[in-house]
């Protein structure tokens, strides 16, 4: 059964950073696509980051040169590392396994929050 | 980035009546190798969104066969054949073509 568990949100201040973690079971990231989602009331749902199999990445222009997507193989999680964070990155985070590149799988998300 | 515009934002519908949601790209979503990644997900309160549609037409597994999706190139439409009311809730269209993915602002079903 696949299975996709966030953790590493919570309360971070302007111009601080966090690092957010996508456990999965039932299949090997690196067999995959993995994709980081966001949603807020404002914005919707934000496609942020993907790797691909090779380990190659790709951005939103929003993030691009803050955020950082990354997998740890032993550990079949994928990370995604948050700087220089700002109000607006408020959302609730997903991360997700991606088949015919769409989000197919979907965590249950983690919240970040950042305020002073 | 490529626009997604869904119509109605709220539909209002009738348990077991029909019922079906547009959505639009502002550009054409036919990859290079051929395939369409337009995708419809639905989400219910304090849920994660789950995916009903991949590649314009096909239900994913588990996936009610009431659910059904059709469309080409920048046009697309999602039916339900009869709704029932575990169907309430935001439906987003999503195109995978193009790099950023991207999706609809959302249509909210709910029960007249």
């Known amino acids: 059964e696949v299975q996709l568990v966030e953790s590493g949100g919570g309360l971070v201040q302007p111009g601080g950073s966090l690092t957010l973690s996508c456990e999965a079971s039932?299949?090997?990231?690196?067999?995959?696509?993995m994709i980081w989602v966001r949603q807020t009331p404002g914005r919707g749902l934000e496609c942020l980051s993907i790797?691909?199999?090779?380990?190659?990445?790709d951005y939103a222009d929003s993030v691009k040169g803050r955020f950082t997507i990354s997998r740890d193989d032993s550990e079949n999680t994928v990370f995604l590392q948050l700087n220089s964070l700002r109000a607006a990155d408020t959302a609730i985070y997903y991360c997700?396994?991606?088949?015919?590149?769409?989000?197919?799988?979907w965590g249950q998300g983690t919240l970040v929050t950042v305020s002073s | 980035d490529v626009v997604m515009t869904q119509s109605p934002l709220s539909l209002p519908v009738t348990l077991g009546q029909p019922a079906s949601i547009s959505c639009r790209s502002s550009q054409s979503l036919v990859h290079s190798d051929g395939n369409t990644y337009l995708n419809w997900f639905h989400q219910r309160p304090g849920q994660s969104p789950r995916r009903l549609i991949y590649?314009?037409?096909n239900r994913d597994s588990g996936v009610p066969d009431r659910f059904s999706g059709s469309g080409s190139a920048t046009d697309f439409t999602l039916r339900i054949s009869w709704v029932e009311a575990e169907d309430v809730g935001l439906y987003y269209c999503m195109q995978g073509t193009h790099w950023p993915q991207t999706f609809g602002q959302g249509t909210k079903v709910e029960i007249k």
């Open positions: 997700a396994r991606d088949l015919f590149l769409s989000p197919a799988y």
């Open positions: 039932g299949f090997a990231v690196t067999s995959t696509y």
């Open positions: 590649k314009v037409s």
């Open positions: 790797i691909y199999i090779d380990g190659n990445t």
